[in-house]
């Protein structure tokens, strides 16, 4: 069957790029457009590995087709730093240990950087909430949480 | 083999033709909303390859208006969207919560009502809740338009009532008068990321502390999400007192046909359904009072 052409825009550029319809939005980005750094964990919605912004809302982009990216603008973990500039929640997740295999660590970056553009000043319990949706076999969560919490105070009073 | 196909119509008239033509032709398709089912039901080995329609650029089913008379949600609104909509979270206070307790912040992104309904899981948190409001589904087809109740729309466990060629373009609820509130609770193990174990939707209309009216529906205890009469019957003109809620829970736990699994007993279940119906028509009742 023919591929389907797709144009869409991903971390603020023009891309297009060929899927089958049935290919989700995250073997796209993998397989088709090169962004490894959206991981796969379980692939049914359940981990939040694979969490990335289409059109400001945060989704599993496994459980979006990549047909359904026409006209959208996504945002993956390869557009949160400004060039080598690193973003405060990747800085603190860094500064805390807040990760250990790394692969629940892409989504929870977007998760986390999409609650703090809602929500500049979450509490732990909404964080806990926010981030519920994104599991972690390594950390047991609270180096995560603490550096949620650090990235969100530095944003708001940066040093 | 056949390979999976996508197509977005614009337009209800040109969805309904393509529902049409496939039906027609005997070629499987199936509406594609918020996907959270339907990608995952897709990666299981049961699957055919089929035609998706995805009516996420239809304008009607992207309403979600409130209005003093009524409130429309479309079949592509995600709960995430409805979480926003302050009205809509006034009115119908239980229907968010239940909307809200269905998966996480990424599957509230995505996920819709109108999804959960069409799913008809038996645990399906929102749709006890849409049966107390007294949601009507608007079914679309080639033929034209029909309404249909939710209570009468869930047919079996994964069964619809939808025809072939039809599809589920919104849903349509009276606009609660400010003497009625509704509240949803649901049992489950843990706090967050679970299914309910069992589940009840109450909607109550308060005149004078005395209740007028309400809608009691269950949820997880059954093949599907029951209405059930009997236990608005025994709220109807009382003061929520003692015996009236216990005769409402027992009418629950009488309506109740659970089943046994990793979740739950039968027991646990329709002993947990008349507790569930008795805190939820206390917070309906508290709500309606302003607390």
């Known amino acids: 069957m023919a591929r389907m052409h797709i144009e869409s825009t991903i971390n603020g550029e023009a891309r297009e790029f060929l899927c089958d319809a049935d290919q989700s939005m995250l073997d796209v980005l993998r397989d088709e457009l090169g962004l490894t750094g959206t991981k796969e964990g379980c692939g049914t919605g359940d981990c939040g590995a694979c969490s990335v912004l289409v059109d400001g809302r945060l989704v599993c982009s496994c459980l979006m087709l990549g047909a359904e990216a026409q006209g959208a603008e996504i945002e993956t973990i390869e557009g949160i730093a400004e060039n080598e500039k690193l973003h405060p929640l990747q800085t603190k997740f860094l500064e805390n240990a807040a990760l250990q295999c790394g692969i629940c660590t892409p989504g929870i970056i977007v998760a986390a950087k999409a609650l703090l553009e809602k929500d500049p000043n979450p509490d732990e319990s909404k964080i806990r909430y926010w981030l519920a949706g994104n599991l972690c076999r390594c950390t047991g969560y609270d180096k995560i949480i603490r550096a949620v919490q650090d990235a969100a105070a530095e944003m708001s009073h940066p040093a | ?291």
């Open chain 2, 1 to 291: 083999m056949e390979s999976y196909a996508y197509s977005a119509p614009a337009s209800v008239a040109e969805t309904v033709a393509l529902l049409a033509g496939h039906a027609d032709a005997g070629r499987a398709v199936q509406i594609l909303a918020g996907g959270t089912d339907v990608l995952v039901q897709m990666k299981g080995p049961a699957h055919t390859p089929r035609t998706l329609l995805d009516i996420k650029k239809l304008d009607e089913a992207n309403r979600l208006e409130v209005t003093p008379e009524d409130i429309y949600i479309g079949a592509a609104v995600s709960s995430a969207r409805m979480n926003e909509n302050a009205e809509l979270k006034s009115a119908l206070p239980g229907l968010m919560e239940a909307s809200d307790l269905i998966g996480s912040t990424q599957i509230q992104g995505r996920a819709t009502i109108c999804g959960n309904l069409c799913n008809a899981s038996p645990a399906g948190d929102s749709i006890p809740a849409m049966i107390a409001a007294g949601a009507v589904c608007d079914l679309a087809s080639a033929t034209g338009r029909r309404e249909l109740a939710v209570e009468d729309f869930v047919v079996g466990v994964g069964k619809n009532a939808l025809e072939s060629g039809e599809f589920l373009l919104g849903l349509r609820l009276p606009m609660p008068s400010t003497q009625t509130k509704d509240a949803y609770l649901r049992f489950t193990p843990r706090t967050e990321m679970d299914i309910a174990v069992a589940g009840v939707g109450i909607s109550l209309t308060l005149q004078d502390l005395v209740c007028t009216h309400a809608r009691v529906a269950i949820g997880a205890v059954a093949p599907t999400a029951r209405l059930v009469p009997e236990a608005a019957a025994a709220l109807v003109g009382s003061t929520l007192d003692d015996d009236a809620l216990e005769a409402a829970a027992q009418a629950c736990r009488d309506a109740a046909s659970p089943i046994s699994d990793k979740r739950g007993t039968v027991e646990f279940r329709r002993k947990i359904v008349g507790v569930l119906c008795k805190r939820a028509a206390a917070q309906a009742a508290a709500r309606v009072q302003g607390n």
